[in-house]
């Protein structure tokens, strides 16, 4: 502390010396800087005789090796009344020990040797990671390996796994926030299984057998890809993945998860929760990857309400307005279809004019378009950055890279997304708003205590829906 507190005095001194003298000091805003180049190191791409995919990068800065396995599984396959089974067979694969060693011997040794080895499951993938020292890259892929070929699944990690997700569950009630969130993507994926989520009920019903049955469907070689980055030479990282995995030999590939269904119509939705804020979400279809919107949208979402302080959303619903303590957008693409969404924390007596705030915003954009050409380039010069400096890390570039693959992106999805992005005019942004923001397609959900409201949900907007009571009970 006393280091900083020396440096800001430094600072002061310095500021102070060129105001008596007479200089000038330049706004940071009129500094001009070369411009950014992304031209990330090509990965090697092999492909093992029994299917595993593999991504390489050398990177010899520091003594570490990094690996990570991605697999096509997740909760988008979880069996009716059994959701959360695909995250419960994850974290049993990483806890619940292998042939040759238990789970409290496989913490024991990752220990001894720093290593680090984590199982995380989404909607359609699974992740297997590994961060070890280059010179424990043996002793870290035998465990790695273990645990991805031959997991034995302990009952007592079953349960145990099984006892904190319950816990996890029961304290959600707790969390407006989270409520709300979880009711939204149940919304948005009404009739699909992405919307199904898991509950106290369903996890109670899942059993070990369940866990091995799971794991069976989908760990085999050709539903595996492998991304290595780190103080090792690709041929020495070929002949150490072919020596731990060359052998693991199950025939079949990957499943690949159908399009959630198209969205028809708008709704309005309520959930009672006696607290003195209220939560506010609407949501609508967006673009995924592989549309050529994707790059206009994403620069709209951008001015909507994911950029921050300058966002419309924030400075006017937060910050001008102060109805919300929390207020922005969010845009999520996958490769075919996406999800856009704006939200706001409100206190309830303002809660019904920060949902009227945040849709004549929306209604705004979808009308008018963005006019500001000032505006787009602030949204596309923060948008690159934030781009470029993701991929610091070698690790970043090769799984970036394998990702392409996995996601049936083209290859130079990552190399032209500059580009691409700098290309997008207000036309683009005009013609994805009017696309897009369409109040046709729009779910809105707000929780809280409409008693504490200082209008009636009912006086919102122009929907003329019937209001929904997904939750007229205190969850």
């Known amino acids: 502390m006393k280091r900083y507190i020396a440096y800001a005095t430094v600072f002061i001194v310095l500021l102070s010396s060129c105001a008596w003298h007479g200089a000038s000091v330049t706004d940071p805003d009129d500094i001009v800087y070369a411009p950014l180049r992304f031209e990330p190191p090509k990965a090697q791409r092999v492909k093992l005789e029994n299917g595993i995919i593999l991504y390489m990068l050398e990177d010899h800065e520091i003594p570490l090796v990094n690996i990570s396995a991605v697999i096509r599984m997740g909760s988008f396959y979880d069996p009716p009344e059994k959701e959360g089974l695909a995250e419960i067979t994850g974290t049993v694969m990483r806890t619940g020990g292998t042939k040759s060693m238990t789970g409290n011997q496989i913490d024991e040794e ?26 424990d890259i043996d002793k870290g892929l035998q465990i790695f390996s273990d645990i991805l070929t031959s997991p034995v699944f302990s009952e007592e990690k079953v349960r145990i796994a099984k006892t904190l997700k319950t816990e996890m569950l029961e304290r959600i009630s707790d969390n407006p926030q989270k409520i709300a969130f979880r009711e939204f993507r149940r919304l948005m994926y009404h009739g699909d299984p992405r919307g199904r989520l898991s509950s106290v009920e369903s996890i109670g019903e899942i059993e070990r057998d369940d866990l091995l049955k799971f794991y069976k469907r989908f760990f085999r070689p050709r539903n595996v890809m492998i991304a290595l980055s780190g103080d090792i030479e690709e041929k020495d990282a070929v002949v150490k993945i072919k020596n731990s995995l060359g052998k693991w030999n199950i025939p079949g590939g990957p499943e690949k998860p159908p399009l959630p269904p198209a969205r028809v119509g708008a709704s309005l939705n309520y959930i009672y929760k006696d607290t003195p804020q209220s939560v506010i979400i609407i949501g609508q279809p ?25 966002s419309r959303i924030f400075a006017e619903v937060r910050n001008r307005l102060g109805l919300a303590y929390s207020a922005g957008s969010f845009y999520s693409p996958r490769t075919k279809y996406g999800i856009f969404g704006a939200y706001a924390m409100a206190k309830s007596s303002s809660t019904v004019e920060a949902l009227s705030t945040i849709t004549k915003i929306l209604d705004n954009l979808r009308n008018r378009g963005v006019e500001s050409g000032g505006e787009l380039a602030w949204a ?6 934030n781009f470029i400096f993701s991929f610091a890390r070698p690790s970043h570039i090769v799984m970036g890279q394998m990702m392409l693959e996995f996601n049936e992106l083209p290859d130079n999805f990552l190399t032209n997304y500059k580009d691409n992005i700098e290309m997008a005019g207000l036309d683009d942004l005009r013609y994805v708003a009017a696309r897009y923001l369409s109040g046709e397609s729009r779910i809105v959900l707000v929780l809280g205590n409409k008693e504490k409201f200082n209008k009636p949900l009912s006086s919102f907007g122009d929907f003329h829906r019937k209001e929904n009571g997904t939750g007229n009970q205190e969850n």
């Open 380 to 385: 596309k010069e923060s948008i690159i950055n």
């Open 110 to 135: 990752l220990d001894f040797i720093a290593g680090k080895i984590a199982v995380s499951v989404g909607t359609d993938s699974c992740t297997l990671s590994m961060s070890v020292l280059k010179k």
């Open 286 to 310: 967006a673009p995924g990857k592989k549309n050529p919107d994707y790059y206009a949208f994403e620069i709209l979402d951008f001015i909507t309400g994911s950029g921050g302080f300058r």
